[in-house]
């Protein structure tokens, strides 16, 4: 339906630029006055003003209109002032259902009656939606195509049509930033109002069941989030124990030793580790790292736990060698010539030019980077979705399982999602400050290299 | 000056003059030399080790795939003039009878004490494939027809010698009266191994053997037409804007900021933002790929507007400075002229970021992308699932065979992610221009 409308919309549109580029070319071929546009732009202006208009309007009544409907046809719903949230989540998922004809029993007779009034007004809805748009479409395409005239400048307003699509464009980045914040700062809002604010940040009990009935034993369940956040800190560490020493040895000889033939050939290679998606990797781990790291637990006589913070940190560490390899090569690369030319006329070799002066002039470029794959190393969710542990567990032992923030992000808002219980809301919490920690080491990040970087 | 005072040069008082070919300096020299080659033999290491997780990666991968390149099949000959079909109400036949008269038939000497073993050898679905290829062709009706359907997973298995036939009965998945009726079968030649089509046109299933990615192909192909449509125009928008037209002040810088940042915000976080902010407020239906794309498309918008500044970057002023002469307005100038030389830079780049946006999983999985699907999604607003989320339902999934698919739908997905590449290559080479 929605479709069709649009596609509609966009014929419309058509036949009314192609109308307006004739008649914009009647004009110059009479050759009566000067016209100032060219009749491309007249037809792009009557275009503008038939489509855009009516396909703003279809697209905020799109958003809107399916949650209305849902609202009026809920609150005509009896005894509807008696649900919880979720009763009534799931009183309208069997409307809804029933709407479509999907049913597997048969309904109740309120619900066959709201299901009824439900149809109605959805067909209500987009009867209306179609007069409206056609009537903002036939309203704009008379305008549009009436303005064609030889003093009319169709181009400037083109023009200012355009810049301000570019602005909106351009404010959209803002737009999904303050979408974030405001999204989970809501949500986290509505955890804090349910666990206290200190039990969060200091609790260090992270068990998010949820009682099922009120009068259960242990069924309160705890939201503390430290043990969530050691465990990030351990995998994350862990990863960066692989991939800091090997991503920056390969840089140093990729961009010191190696012929320029062989690092045509092995720097690509490189980069398609960074290109490999992150599922692919937590599947290599649970296949292959995880019994590996078992084996080697239990050679060693540790024992180690299946899903083994070792093995989504190596891998995930893996993953990131390209990443901190190319900043360190970067880095390596922007330091001046004459300091390494300086090194060399004083009698250093290859290796001492490298450690004493290249690393260290680079040293804040590759510092930045490695706070950078630390944050991404923080934020990777699939790897240790599929091979770490979901029990939170403050332990270093690198053989056992922790969790980490991503994880419990995922595993609490995998299956039944409803807004109105701790379990959903805490994974917003968790979401806020995994992005406001991302989001400093980012910035300090960026802050140390800008500031080191002025010296050369 | 030819005097140089060594701290470490034994022998070598201040003042003196440094005899380089003594034995302590040569040790010294040797000490310093031995260093710098350690040191390259790190680097050599890193390298190869690095390289060779690569290739052990890419080799497992293709190894565990491989098994599920060819696929069990059995040919089954179903007498349908007996069955007495209604032609008008083919849905109600019983066609579990049917196929079980059917697999009698093949191997008649099955006694009723083996039947269970028997029936079990056949996918669990076997009723609902003839089922569906009488009602696609109605022909058949009252003709004996035949049928290929395939193996249940653990003769699937036991075919490609994936387990051994000499441990013991109860470790594992076959038992012996299985693997004989199975022999019997090969022997009779109705058994065979073609390749795997299954796996690309088939839906999900919760039988491995009959599992497939024609849901996730089509869920991700919408997914990224999506992302593409919003991200593509709304990136080079942006890109154009802050490159050509935005005044330099607060306002532009705090864009500029947001942008790098937004680059770096985890995946994760999106899927967040589209769950309370496309599902929660906006009343979007979970797991479709219209709310997938638009998540991934926030994902991807940095990305684009990055690419296209820089590409926009490379056109030579004079390009722009000769346009604006000759009499062109500032948007002609652009859109005539810069646009269109920066174009290939733009889409090189753009493929490339879709390619990463493909295998996005995380925010897929908390817009409820990773539901249990068996049919393929017929548009934007039905529930569907993506390779990457199809990747990781099988790979949670306990049977055996999904090992095998799991890998094979690595496969697919890297192959996706090459030609995206190659494209992308292709294009760079093809039509980018160097200044």
């Known amino acids: 339906m929605f479709a069709t409308v649009l596609l509609l919309l966009a014929v419309a549109s058509f036949i009314v630029a192609a109308l307006s580029y004739f008649k914009a070319g009647r004009l110059t071929a009479q050759g009566r006055d000067k016209v100032h546009s060219r009749p491309v732009y007249h037809a792009l202006n009557a275009a503008i003003w038939t489509g855009i208009p009516a396909f703003m309007f279809l697209l905020v009544w799109g958003l809107v209109s399916g949650s209305i409907v849902d609202t009026v046809v809920m609150s005509q719903v009896p005894g ?39 149809k109605e007004l959805q067909y209500i809805s987009q009867a209306a939606m179609v007069v409206v748009a056609a009537s903002i479409a036939v309203f704009g395409a008379f305008f549009g195509f009436r303005v064609v005239a030889s003093r009319f400048r169709a181009r400037h307003s083109v023009e200012r049509s355009v810049t301000w699509f570019m602005l909106l464009a351009s404010t959209i ?14 949500e986290a809002a509505a955890f804090f109002a349910l666990v206290p604010f200190w039990e969060f940040f200091f609790g260090l009990r992270w068990e998010p069941q949820i009682a099922i009935r009120a009068d259960q034993v242990a069924g309160q369940g705890a939201f503390g989030v430290i043990p969530v956040l050691f465990g990030t800190v351990v995998i994350a560490t862990l990863a960066m124990a692989v991939a800091v020493p090997i991503g920056v040895l390969s840089a140093i000889y990729l961009t010191e030793y190696a012929t320029p033939r062989f690092r045509s050939f092995a720097k690509p290679l490189l980069e398609i580790l960074a290109g490999i998606p992150t599922v692919v990797y937590g599947f290599f781990a649970v296949l292959t790292v ?16 299946p899903n083994s913070a070792l093995a989504a940190g190596a891998v995930m560490g893996i993953m990131i060698i390209p990443f901190v390899s190319s900043i360190s090569d970067d880095a390596l690369a922007a330091v001046p010539r004459s300091m390494r030319e300086g090194s060399y006329a004083l009698g250093a070799t290859r290796g001492e030019t490298i450690t004493k002066v290249l690393l260290t002039a680079a040293l804040p470029g590759i510092v930045g980077g490695v706070l950078l794959a630390f944050s991404k190393a923080i934020g990777e969710t699939m790897i240790v979705v599929m091979a770490a542990g979901l029990i939170a567990k403050m332990t270093l032992n690198p053989f056992d399982a922790v969790t980490t923030v991503t994880v419990q992000i995922v595993a609490l808002l995998t299956g039944d999602t409803e807004f109105d219980n701790p379990k959903t809301l805490a994974a917003f919490a968790l979401g806020l400050m995994l992005f406001l920690i991302t989001l400093g080491l980012n910035l300090i990040a960026l802050h140390t290299v800008r500031k080191y970087r002025e010296r050369y | 000056m030819t005097d140089i005072s060594l701290h470490q040069g034994a022998g070598a008082a201040p003042g003196d003059r440094v005899d380089w070919k003594s034995g302590t300096m040569a040790a010294r020299r040797k000490r310093r030399y031995g260093a710098d080659s350690r040191l390259r033999l790190f680097g050599m290491g890193a390298i190869a080790f690095a390289l060779g997780f690569l290739a052990i990666f890419l080799a497992t991968i293709v190894h565990t795939a491989s098994s599920a390149l060819t696929q069990t099949m059995i040919r089954v000959e179903i007498d349908l003039k007996e069955a007495n079909l209604d032609p008008n109400n083919l849905m109600e036949a019983d066609w579990r009878a049917i196929s079980r008269d059917a697999y009698r038939k093949l191997l008649p000497g099955v006694g009723r004490s083996e039947e269970k073993d028997y029936f079990s050898l056949f996918t669990n679905n076997g009723q609902f494939l003839i089922r569906d290829a009488v009602i696609r062709n109605p022909a058949m009706i009252g003709q004996t027809v035949t049928v290929v359907i395939p193996m249940s997973d653990p003769l699937d298995q036991l075919a490609k010698g994936l387990f051994d036939r000499a441990l013991p009965e109860d470790q594992r998945r076959v038992n012996d009266i299985q693997i004989d009726l199975y022999d019997q079968l090969v022997a009779k030649g109705v058994v065979s191994h073609p390749f795997n089509w299954g796996l690309l046109f088939n839906n999900d299933s919760r039988f491995p053997e009959l599992a497939g990615l024609a849901g996730g192909l089509v869920g991700t192909f919408y997914v990224v037409f999506v992302c593409f449509i919003l991200s593509f125009p709304l990136g080079i928008g942006a890109a154009i804007y802050l490159e050509e037209f935005a005044p330099k002040n607060r306002w532009t810088d705090l864009i500029e900021i947001n942008i790098n940042n937004l680059a770096a915000v985890p995946s994760v976080v999106f ?25 991934i498309a926030l994902i991807n918008l940095p990305t684009i507007i990055i690419v296209t500044r820089a590409a926009l970057k490379q056109v030579p002023s004079s390009i722009r400075e000769a346009a604006l002469g000759v009499g062109a307005s500032k948007h002609e100038a652009i859109f005539h002229h810069m646009l269109p030389l920066a174009m290939p830079t733009i889409l090189t780049g753009t493929i490339i970021s879709l390619a990463q946006a493909i295998g996005e999983t995380a925010p897929l999985l908390l817009i409820g992308m990773n539901a249990f699907i068996t049919s393929a999604p017929g548009g934007m607003l039905d529930a569907a699932t993506t390779l990457p989320t199809q990747i990781y339902i099988w790979a949670d999934s306990p049977e055996r065979g999904f090992v095998a698919r799991t890998s094979a739908a690595i496969m697919v997905l890297l192959v996706c992610l090459m030609l995206m590449n190659a494209i992308a290559i292709f294009l760079r080479q093809r039509f980018e221009r160097r200044w």
């Open chain 1, 173 to 186: 980045a803002v737009m999904t930033t303050v979408g974030i914040v405001v999204s989970l700062v809501y």
């Open chain 2, 271 to 295: 899927g967040l933002l589209g769950l309370a902010v496309f599902i929660g407020w906006f009343g979007l239906p979970r797991s479709v790929p219209l709310v997938g794309g638009m998540v």
């Open chain 1, 80 to 118: 509807i002032e008696a649900l919880s949230d979720a009763q009534r989540n799931l009183l309208m998922s069997e409307i809804s259902q029933t709407a479509e004809g999907r049913t597997f029993t048969a309904p109740r007779p309120g619900v066959i009656a709201a299901a009824e009034r439900l």
């Open chain 1, 290 to 305: 995880a019994p590996l790291v078992r084996d080697l637990g239990v050679s060693l006589g540790i024992g180690a736990s």
